[in-house]
């Protein structure tokens, strides 16, 4: 399969960051064809500019001329072209970092994603795409999510939701990831790796 | 007189989350409130948390200078309201990275020694109001899960006074809607806030 890993983490030292090798990792070990998106290393801009925002409905479509920056254009492709979607990144205020969150803005256009009929029914159009996966921890416990619920997960499940029937999400997190010893941290970097190499 | 914070973000200057930003200003000042208003897209904030924010993150508010202005904004007020169009669910990446750079230790919340749960920080909030435009319909939005009202008035909300008020002021299938509509929303909106 071709996956594409988009990673959001501004530490390169970090945990976070960890998890997206022992993805890629994973991955390697399955033989799958593995492109990654460094959104941090590749000093993305993730808010629509006044020119995305204007082109809103003509940027993504696939019979026209192409994003007009080369950035989200390059994207857009890797994600046509993909059979799995991988998303690693920390949990920040209960949803995904803002690069993060500015990068399905950005890239998942009409034509891209989804299309809206002329009834004003919405289609989605990651057909290509069989599997969604998110790879995230949280600073905080398990019991403070069930309160407040988990909003990343919640925008990663409406990526899903514009795959086609048979595409499966997969949710791997650790919560409470500043109390947790290394031994712990380890456990869960082989729990991912193993889940990517049996994707 | 309530001392009221409106953050707005929206790309174009003709974005229906800008006009719903007029209306709620006039609503606003026919009510009295001292307004303050952070246009995110005007300062071109930049949302993406910094190496230096991540790995400080537990730092002092006065170690971080450059959100000061905001912050302090934040701890004036007693009423906070949020402008934006909602995306795939959510906010916008320019609103979401602003309460990931500024809603900091010290100033959102306190992490007291040996304390695993945080403590409110901006008890001064007393009402909490989202005011965002749907592309798509409500039925549409509810299957999603509203991700960015679940974070507003679940995970911002517990940092804000306990009794803390919620409104939500939607208005969906924008990319429908005919002028009368949106009209009529608008024309709404500014009464109501002007209650």
Known sequence: MKVLVVHAHPDPESFGSALRDAVVRGLETADHDVTVIDLEAEDYQPCLTTADYDGYEQNGDPGGPGHPDATVARHIEAVRATDALVFTFPTFWSGLPAVLKGWIDRTMLPGVSFSVRDNGSVRGELRNVRRVVGVTTYGSPRGYRWLVGDGGRRTIRTIRWSCGPRCRMRWLSLDALDGRPDSERGAFLTDVEHEMANL | ?195
Request: aromatic share 8%; with cysteine; net charge positive.
């Open chain 2, 1 to 195: 007189m309530t001392r009221t914070l409106v953050v707005v973000t929206h790309p174009s200057p003709e974005g229906l989350a800008r006009q719903a930003l007029v209306r709620v200003l006039a609503g606003l000042e026919r009510r009295g409130d001292d307004v303050e208003v952070i246009d995110l897209d005007a300062e071109a904030f930049d949302p993406r948390l910094t190496l230096d924010e991540k790995r400080r993150h537990l730092d002092p508010p006065d170690t971080k200078p450059w959100v000061a202005d905001h912050t302090a904004a934040l701890q004036r007020a007693e009423r906070l309201i949020l402008v934006y169009p909602t995306w795939w669910g959510g906010f916008p990446a320019r609103l979401k990275g602003w309460f990931d750079r500024t809603w900091i230790t010290g100033v959102a919340y306190t992490l007291p020694e040996g304390s695993t749960r945080i403590h409110a920080g901006l008890k001064n909030i007393k009402r909490l109001e989202i005011v965002t435009t749907h592309g798509s319909s409500r039925l549409a939005n509810t299957l999603q899960g509203n991700a960015g009202k679940l974070i507003a008035f679940r995970t911002l909300r517990l940092l804000c006074h306990p009794l803390c008020r919620r409104r939500f002021h939607a208005f969906y299938s924008a990319g429908s809607a005919n002028p009368d509509q949106v009209a009529t929303w608008l024309d709404g909106l500014e009464e109501t806030f002007a209650r």
